[in-house]
C-alpha cells in the first residue's frame, strides 16, 4: 500500500511562488506516474500536472503551463510542484496522487492513491 504525504502548501500574494512536495513510501517501486490534482470550494478535483515516473516527462493542464514545473527525484521517492506567478486563481487544495499502471495521465480516477492534501491560497 502506498502512503502519499503533501507538504509546502500555505499563503501568498499573487505574483509569488510556492513548491509542493510529495512524499511517497510503501510499495513505490512499482510506481508508473505521479501527479498533482487541485480541488477549489465547491468544484469537481481537477488535473494540475503529471510525470512519467520513469523518463521524468511533463504533462500541464494548459491553466498553469509556463508558470507550474513537476519534477521527481526517484531515490528520495519524491514529486514536486514548483509553483510561479501564483494567481488567486490558483486557490485550492492541491493533492498528491499515484499510480502503478499506463493510462490517461489526465483523469483523476486513473489513479489509485493519494494524499490527503495541502492548502494553497493565494491573495490578491
Known amino acids: 500500500q502506498v502512503q502519499l504525504v503533501e507538504s509546502g502548501g500555505g499563503l501568498v500574494q499573487a505574483g509569488g511562488s510556492l513548491r509542493l512536495s510529495c512524499a511517497a513510501s510503501?510499495?513505490?517501486?512499482?510506481?508508473?506516474?505521479m501527479g498533482w490534482f487541485r480541488q477549489g470550494p465547491g468544484k469537481e478535483r481537477n488535473f494540475v500536472a503529471a510525470i512519467n515516473w520513469s523518463d521524468g516527462y511533463g504533462y500541464y493542464d494548459d491553466s498553469v503551463r509556463g508558470r507550474f514545473t513537476i519534477s521527481r527525484d526517484n531515490a528520495k521517492n519524491t514529486v514536486s510542484l514548483q509553483m510561479n506567478s501564483l494567481k488567486p486563481e490558483d486557490t485550492a487544495v492541491y493533492f498528491c496522487?499515484?499510480?502503478?499502471?499506463?493510462?490517461?495521465?489526465?483523469?483523476?480516477?486513473?489513479?489509485?492513491?493519494w494524499g490527503r492534501g495541502t492548502q494553497v491560497t493565494v491573495s490578491s
Open positions: 496522487a499515484s499510480r502503478d499502471y499506463a493510462g490517461d495521465y489526465f483523469s483523476a480516477h486513473e489513479y489509485n492513491y
Open positions: 510503501g510499495g513505490t517501486f512499482s510506481t508508473y506516474a
